[in-house]
């Protein structure tokens, strides 16, 4: 495929000079140590993630710096000072402690982005907990399997997310209280396993003795969003604060007077580790906003709060991209000055578009729930190569292995993306499947399940989930080639491709559609973008068939779910599909 020239990396519109000013020169020196020697670590030894995020600012000059500005769906705002969520985060974890809570012990926050769902997964990690941020759109099963899973104590909700659990209780023998969140003062029962959070929050004092943790006890549990089969519980250990700091200060550019914006949701580990660890273990300031996508609610965000650094994902770009430059232009947008993304391929369309509609770049950035930090990545300093997902993070070795996972790839060569195992917020291990865990890697070698390439500039260019990559005629398709060849039509929103059988070829190439507005489906336009898809990409890679569709089918953190279009094109079962968006 042809790629678009190289566009510019850093914004020159602020001058602000990137932490990582040199790439080479930050990778010949950079040493994981030297990055923990810029956190804390706890007073007598042991590290926590919690007091990295809150503690050490509350307790130095940025304690009256604003860590979190909120804004509620219904356009309520609140604002919280680092001095605020530590006392906080110490009565949260002082009401944890007298419900009985034991090092270790897993503690579920399921509800919408509110700050006291924030406030209890740092409160929780102080007490010694492990925590597991949940989608607060998940259903009464998705909810149940993953406490069952790994046998959570303690759920924080709220009155109408209890509602949709409360069935499932009886089936969940280890999870002893539901920790109630009534903002809303609604009306509501509690029953005897139920306790209410204010109350408890008014009687709990405001200092507290941080557990002490060790930067290998476990601190984290994600889900992981289920693109290709049934989610796994996958484990953090306090040492990730290592990796979200770093990477948050030389891949997010993030600098002390900036306002961060992160649009993810901590059901997502972005929304944890860059939605709330590697901001405020920078002690940087960031928005939460409650409320869901819509063009015209995120622009006015980034106007009110005068948001300079914000990290998004694909899905909410092509949104973006489909509301129009035009809804852009509306709003005073002009604070912006660095853009990231992450989640799923950044289609170079999108890129270009961002430079069209804020004078920016989006920076791709790769990484997975198992790695638990950013590992490759476009910088501030260095151009971007659309499509290229960038170079690996300094401090990361990242390779491209043979079909066996054994002989490393030279430039240019298609295989497994792997990764040179151990750094600090590696995934420690896959909830209750250590085997599954100990197959991820090879010869020390962690394998990713994603296939890549990389150029002789060291650049790492996305082709596919190893599942998801099409054999067609011979050849391996990767279906983020199509796909982003397709969004370039004019008419095209979003693009979804998957190989189906075929007796000759094994597999041809069949493309979803999902169209912008003011276009209607019809077997012209089939035809206008199968033409168009031809002029971009290799015979072999032009679909075959497309089909409209009015949305595609995304995981609840927006990726496209290929294995789902798969199961319903084929008839198959559609497997565990928690994790589906409504
Ligand atoms: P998750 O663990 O749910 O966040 O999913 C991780 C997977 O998302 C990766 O293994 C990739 O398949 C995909 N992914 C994440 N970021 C990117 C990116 N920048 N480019 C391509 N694929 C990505």
Not at 50 to 58: L, P, T, V
Not at 313 to 319: L, V
Not at 512 to 526: A, H, M, Q, R, T
Request: glycine letters at 10%; proline letters at 5%.
């Amino acid at each position: 495929m042809e790629y678009d020239p190289i566009v510019k990396g850093q914004s020159h519109r602020t001058g602000v000079r990137p932490n990582l000013s040199d790439y080479e020169e930050f990778w010949r020196d950079f040493r994981w140590e030297e990055m923990m020697g810029e956190l804390d670590g706890l007073e007598g030894g042991g590290l926590n993630i919690a007091y990295e995020a809150i503690d050490r600012h509350a307790r130095g000059p940025m304690k009256d710096k604003v860590a979190l500005y909120w804004e509620g769906r219904d356009g309520r705002s609140e604002e919280y000072t680092f001095s605020d969520l530590y006392r906080l985060t110490n009565r949260f974890a002082n009401v944890l402690k007298r419900l009985g809570l034991g090092k270790g012990d897993r503690v579920f926050t399921y509800g919408d982005r509110i700050p006291e769902i924030y406030i209890s997964l740092i409160g929780a990690l102080k007490a010694g907990a492990v925590i597991g941020p949940l989608f607060s759109a998940f259903g009464p099963d998705a909810v149940k399997e993953r406490l069952g899973d790994c046998e959570a104590r303690f759920l924080v909700t709220t009155p109408k997310l209890a509602g949709v659990v409360r069935g499932t209780v009886d089936d969940l023998p280890s999870l002893e209280t539901l920790i109630i969140i009534n903002r809303e003062k609604t009306a509501c029962e509690l029953n005897e396993k139920e306790v209410d959070y204010e109350a408890l929050m008014t009687e709990a004092s405001h200092s507290f003795d941080m557990e002490r943790t060790d930067k290998d006890d476990y601190a984290i549990i994600h889900y992981t969003s289920g693109t290709t089969g049934k989610p796994k519980g996958v484990v953090h250990a306090h040492e990730a604060v290592v990796g979200h700091y770093a990477t948050a200060r030389y891949v997010l550019d993030l600098h002390r007077d900036d306002i961060y914006w992160c649009t993810a949701d901590p059901g997502w580990v972005t929304g944890t580790s860059y939605g709330i660890f590697g901001p405020w273990s920078n002690g940087v300031s960031q928005v939460v906003y409650e409320g869901g996508f819509r063009a015209t609610n995120w622009y006015r965000v980034i106007e009110k709060y005068k948001v300079t650094v914000w990290y998004s994902a694909p899905t909410a770009i092509r949104m973006l991209m489909k509301a129009g430059e035009g809804v852009a232009q509306k709003f005073d947008l002009s604070s912006l000055r660095y853009l990231c993304s992450v989640g799923e391929p950044l289609n170079p369309e999108a890129i270009l578009w961002g430079n069209r509609a804020f004078g920016l770049p989006f920076h791709d950035n790769w990484w997975q729930t198992e790695t638990g930090c950013i590992q490759i990545a476009n910088y501030p300093v260095q151009d971007i190569r659309p499509g290229s997902m960038g170079r690996p993070f300094p401090g990361v070795r990242a390779t491209i292995l043979d079909d066996n996972c054994e002989k490393e790839l030279p430039p240019g060569e298609e295989g497994h993306l792997a990764l040179r195992a151990g750094w600090p917020s590696m995934f420690r291990t896959y909830w209750n499947m250590q085997e599954l865990y100990d197959s991820r890697f090879r010869n020390g070698w962690y394998i990713t399940g994603d296939r890549a390439t990389m150029d002789p500039d060291g650049y790492f260019w996305f082709v596919g989930r190893a599942d998801d990559v099409i054999n067609t005629a011979g050849h391996l398709v990767g279906p983020f080639e199509v796909e982003s060849a397709l969004v370039e039509h004019p008419a095209v929103a979003e693009a979804g491709v998957i190989g189906v059988p075929d007796p000759l070829a094994m597999e041809v190439v069949k493309a979803f559609v999902s169209l912008k507005d003011g276009y209607e489906p019809s077997e012209e336009l089939k035809r206008d973008i199968k033409r168009f898809a031809r002029k971009k990409l290799h015979s072999v890679a032009c679909p075959r068939k497309i089909d409209f569709l009015p949305g595609l089918p995304k995981t609840k953190s927006g990726k496209i779910m290929r294995r789902l279009l798969k199961a319903r094109e084929l008839g198959l079962p559609e497997g565990d599909t928690s994790t589906l968006e409504e």
